[in-house]
């Protein structure tokens, strides 16, 4: 029993960084580059076929399978959006492109991810998550500001090259916690600047619920946001992480060796 004991505190110290009640987890793409989600059996969308040849913002825009956005401005891509600088991208902003002042996707079915290569980012950029009525999580990009690395600079595609330095280019998850499902994200600025997104991609199933997921989810942590509340997370040093799998193995070995000295 205390061997038991010793091991489920092993994995709580390792694995309980992770754990939060309610809301969602906030997290960007492990290398600066990543344009794209690491998750399996999620639906994506990278407006690419969207684009209707002019800079009217299109409304009731279906997308197939997955929802509908309420109003939406589609642009080609530039040295401030387009994943993999061709194509287009997502625009909600009052001043570039269309005129939108929030977007608003409705989802067909309740969810539990919602991803998306977010650029030229800046502090006004604003996301809320609801399901019906209830405000889920709602959350200004500033707290993404906050922990980014410089890595995250300027547009990473060839096409435009370290183009816009000052602002910063990230894949953003987003994973609802502890059963909480969405089926509405509102995508709005706090200022007149634009909310530039490409890749948006969209998963039912939560976190751990499907086979081969173990662990903390894809993405480096920065916030558990529940409604407006939102709480930094905390991300171990790698001293942290190599202290816990220590505690680990040397549990292991005790399982090993105590029945041999009981004998």
Avoid: C
């Amino acid at each position: 029993m205390k061997k038991l004991s010793l091991l489920s505190l092993t994995m709580v110290v390792v694995g309980g960084m992770w754990a939060h009640a309610g809301g969602v987890l906030l997290t960007y793409a492990e290398s600066p580059g990543q344009q794209t989600t690491t998750l399996s059996n999620a639906s994506w969308i990278n407006f690419d076929n969207a684009f209707v040849g002019s800079s009217t913002a299109q409304t009731n825009f279906a997308w197939s399978g997955v929802g509908t956005y309420d109003s939406i401005s589609i642009i080609p891509a530039n040295q401030y959006g387009g994943a993999g600088g061709s194509g287009y991208y997502a625009v909600q902003s009052q001043s570039v492109g269309a005129k939108v002042v929030t977007t608003t996707l409705t989802l067909d079915t309740p969810s539990s991810y919602f991803g998306l290569w977010w650029s030229a980012g800046d502090a006004k950029n604003r996301m809320q998550f609801y399901s019906g009525a209830s405000l889920i999580a709602d959350f200004s990009t500033q707290v993404l500001l906050n922990v980014l690395p410089t890595t995250y600079s300027g547009n990473p595609n060839p096409s435009f090259l370290g183009q816009n330095s000052g602002e910063r280019y990230a894949f953003l998850n987003i994973y609802s916690n502890s059963g909480t499902t969405f089926d509405r994200i509102v995508f709005s600025n706090d200022g007149s600047s634009g909310f530039e997104s490409d890749n948006h991609t969209v998963r039912a199933a939560a976190w751990g619920t499907l086979p081969g997921e173990d662990g903390p989810p894809p993405g480096i942590p920065v916030a558990n946001i529940d409604g407006t509340t939102v709480s930094t997370v905390a991300v171990p040093e790698t001293e942290t992480w190599l202290m816990g799998f220590v505690a680990f193995a040397l549990v292991l070995f005790a399982f090993r060796r105590r029945p041999e000295m009981a004998r």
